[in-house]
T-cell receptor, first 111, second 116 residues
Framework: KQEVTQIPAALSVPEGENLVLNCSFT??????LQWFRQDPGKGLTSLLL?????REQTSGRLNASLDKSSGRSTLYIAASQPGDSATYLC??????????FGTGTRLTVIP | DAGVIQSPRHEVTEMGQEVTLRCKPI?????LFWYRQTMMRGLELLIY????????DSGMPEDRFSAKMPNASFSTLKIQPSEPRDSAVYFC??????????????FGEGSWLTVV
């Protein structure tokens, strides 16, 4: 069974810093990988989706990379803002509509 | 579009009672998912439907859990009888087609269930 790990579990940074969140997975046979954001008491919002044939995706200050062979993905957030504070989850899609989620990294951006 | 709509948002019930959670997916989406989120286990897929048909219910924890999708705009997740260990946030999500094809999945805001 696919296992997805996110390190660190929590991260605090001062406003303006660039930061990297990490995601690793055990089975490289994936269709795609998605990064989600979850605010307290809310559902998940998809941020970026990287197809298995792609290496990275960018949206604004966010850049996600994928290295299938090593089972790793990173989410880079540039010039962090207090509004970026949330929990970030990665999810690996093994096909058949089954997403395997990591347990998330709780990010706090300090003004 | 209003997004995925779930009800109730919060429910507190006594052990042994029946709980019914409801979901309205985004119009036009063919895939519907029920997830459960706990601190201990994170997000787990319980069941998903494609074109109203249950495709994979292997994540349903036990026979006390059942899910239906009578039409394209409505689904229910039922727990009967409920137990304290069922306390969790239950998310419904929908997707235009299969997620493996690169379709984004959209989550509702969740139903927060507490069984006392």
């Amino acid at each position: 069974k696919q296992e997805v790990t996110q390190i660190p579990a929590a991260l605090s940074v001062p406003e303006g810093e660039n930061l990297v969140l990490n995601c690793s997975f055990t089975d490289s046979a994936i269709y795609n990988l998605q990064w989600f954001r979850q605010d307290p008491g809310k559902g998940l919002t998809s941020l970026l989706l990287i197809q298995s044939s792609q290496r990275e995706q960018t949206s604004g200050r966010l850049n996600a990379s994928l290295d299938k062979s090593s089972g790793r993905s990173t989410l880079y957030i540039a010039a962090s803002q207090p509004g970026d504070s949330a929990t970030y989850l990665c999810a690996v899609d093994g096909g058949a509509n089954n997403l395997f989620f990591g347990t998330g990294t709780r990010l706090t951006v300090i003004p | 579009d209003a997004g995925v709509i779930q009800s109730p948002r919060h429910e507190v019930t006594e052990m042994g009672q029946e709980v019914t959670l409801r979901c309205k997916p985004i119009s036009g989406h063919n895939s519907l998912f029920w997830y459960r989120q706990t601190m201990m286990r994170g997000l787990e897929l319980l069941i998903y439907f494609n074109n109203n048909v249950p495709i994979d219910d292997s994540g349903m924890p036990e026979d006390r859990f059942s899910a239906k999708m009578p039409n394209a705009s409505f689904s229910t997740l039922k727990i009967q009888p409920s137990e304290p260990r069922d306390s969790a946030v239950y998310f419904c999500a929908s997707s235009p087609q299969t997620t493996g094809a690169g379709n984004t999945i959209y989550f509702g805001e969740g139903s927060w269930l507490t069984v006392v």
